[in-house]
């Protein structure tokens, strides 16, 4: 089973950086879990998608949220997963959350199916304020 943690969430001003990383204890090497994903919990609302990515081959796809300020990559040979968040403003603040699961997930055709990913963090909180 796939272990999950995130880290490098923190408090930062509006308009800095950060990158979140997610470590996998290991994936099981099939289709079960191809597909990784970064979520957002703001206060008071439901989790929704940020960025998905299909490892094997790179494949990231996005979602509303504004692609030139969230980008998504990752580190085969960490296991791990990035979500750089750049110009963060106040509306940015939330609990962050990684995912894993079968690697349809990655190519949604209307909406990601956020409660079918089968492997998650704890979450990383992340605030902006001045």
């Known amino acids: 089973q796939v272990q999950l943690t995130e880290s490098g969430g923190g408090s930062v001003q509006p308009g800095g950086s950060l990158r979140l990383a997610c470590v996998a204890s290991?994936?099981?090497?099939?289709?079960?879990?191809?597909?990784t994903g970064w979520f957002r919990q703001a206060p008071g609302k439901e989790r929704e998608a940020i960025a998905l990515?299909?490892?094997?081959?790179?494949?990231?796809y996005y979602t509303n949220f504004p692609k030139g300020r969230f980008t998504i990559s990752q580190d085969n040979a960490k296991n791990t997963v990035y979500l750089q968040i750049d110009n963060l403003n106040p509306e940015d603040t939330g609990m962050y959350y990684c995912?894993?699961?079968?690697?349809?997930?990655?190519?949604?055709?209307?909406?990601?199916?956020?409660?079918?990913?089968?492997?998650w963090g704890q979450g990383t909180q992340v605030t902006v304020s001045s």
């Open positions: 990515l299909y490892r094997p081959a790179n494949t990231p």
């Open positions: 995912a894993a699961g079968r690697n349809s997930l990655c190519f949604p055709t209307y909406e990601p199916a956020i409660a079918e990913f089968a492997y």
């Open positions: 290991e994936y099981s090497g099939g289709r079960s879990d191809e597909c």
